[in-house]
């Protein structure tokens, strides 16, 4: 069995007498994919990743994670977003990186789930003056929104990641990101304590 044979499959029956067809039954196939791992120089390094697929109406989506990747002054899709590609790579474009293909027939919507605040450096403690960056990751169909609150209170700030620098006592507090999607109506949040001390 391939990829190829999922259908859709029709039964029909006839006689002198009548004839009928079912309704149609496709099967649900899976493929296991190859993991390819590159190992890159941070900031020096560039990569390019491609996505194929045979089909009608086909949209490329890819994945940082569970993020959604979008273009930036270090990343460009091109080719109807089958090609990916980054410049210039940091810690945070590690991956896993998945290209997602769809066509209005078989999209599926889904999430936000399995939220993800990944705080970077992470401590306990932080000085006055560091900088922080915090990234928010999650699965959701269509991409999610993001939204950041401190104590509560909703920051200007929106996109999966939230950078303080040089940070201040005065930004001590609970920091949340909530992913919301807008098809679903559904949102999910994820919370870390920033405690910033001056130690002298």
């Not at 259908?7 to 029909?12: A, E, N």
């Not at 994945?63 to 945070?92: C, F, K, P």
Request: with cysteine; charged share 15%; hydrophobic share 35%.
């Amino acid at each position: 069995v391939t990829r190829y044979d999922q259908g859709p499959f029709r039964c029909h029956v006839f006689s002198p007498v009548n004839n009928g067809t079912s309704d149609p039954v496709k099967l649900s196939i899976s493929c296991e994919l190859q993991t390819y791992i590159v190992k890159m120089l941070e900031s020096t390094s560039s990569v390019s990743l491609s996505c194929s697929s045979a089909g009608s109406s086909l949209s490329f989506l890819w994945l940082n994670g569970s993020s959604e990747v979008t273009a930036s002054d270090r990343i460009q899709l091109t080719d109807r977003n089958t090609t990916l590609t980054i410049y210039n790579v940091t810690r945070h474009d590690q991956g896993p990186f998945r290209c997602r293909v769809f066509n209005p027939v078989s999209d599926v919507t889904i999430g936000p789930e399995d939220i993800n605040l990944i705080v970077s450096p992470l401590q306990e403690y932080y000085d006055e003056g560091s900088d922080i960056s915090l990234m928010c990751s999650v699965l959701s169909s269509p991409a999610a929104w993001f939204q950041w609150f401190l104590n509560g209170d909703k920051l200007p700030h929106t996109g999966p990641e939230l950078r303080l620098m040089n940070i201040q006592m005065s930004q001590s507090g609970n920091y949340s990101c909530q992913a919301f999607n807008n098809i679903t109506m559904r949102n999910q949040t994820s919370h870390f304590t920033v405690a910033v001390f001056d130690w002298y």
